[in-house]
């Protein structure tokens, strides 16, 4: 089992440009969850998609935004790219509604400059 | 928005000694308590969900207890070792298992 997987590992980006991010979830999972760590910070929800849809928001502008595919793998996008937006992005999997176990991929590491 | 705070922000202690860790929460709108061990450039790692009132949890030389009432979480690590040295996240869950974290306690653990 390969655990949750996210790539690229690290991305270099300027301002106002838009990135995607991907991660594949862990096997047997159905939900994913984005965190975004800034430094410093503990890492913050972004969002949970659940059979291809938001479910659950956090409290980020549209400039963020996602999608779940049909094999579960998730994306998150973020336009219009601000200094702000550097942090690491972690991607969590869980099963079902409710699951109290979520895992956790390595993160993503992005830098806006 | 769930304001969860963890005390204290770092800490650094020679193998061998025993420590602790305190995670404070508003005492409702939360199903479970997750602490999670996150060793650099690797993935957050989970130590323990605890839901009940009173739990405790043990995992080798590390447990856990929670109080709901009160709102908190204690983490214990006895007789610390340099393995242990990591940063230690404590998140209630709450919604459709969101996670809300605190920042962390850092601990670093000297031979």
Known sequence: ?113 | ILNVEQSPQSLHVQEGDSTNFTCSFPSSNFYALHWYRWETAKSPEALFVMTLNGDEKKKGRISATLNTKEGYSYLYIKGSQPEDSATYLCAPLSGYSTLTFGKGTMLLVSP
């Open chain 1, 1 to 113: 089992d390969a655990g949750v997987t996210q790539s690229p590992t690290h991305l270099i980006k300027t301002r106002g440009q838009q990135v995607t991010l991907r991660c594949s979830p862990k096997s047997g999972h159905d939900t994913v969850s984005w965190y975004q760590q800034a430094l410093g910070q503990g890492p913050q929800f972004i969002f949970q998609y659940y059979e291809e849809e938001e479910r659950q928001r956090g409290n980020f502008p549209d400039r963020f935004s996602g999608h779940q595919f049909p094999n579960y793998s998730s994306e998150l996008n973020v336009n219009a790219l601000l200094l702000g937006d550097s942090a690491l992005y972690l991607c969590a999997s869980s099963q079902g509604g409710g699951s109290y176990e979520q895992y956790f991929g390595p993160g993503t590491r992005l830098t806006v400059t």
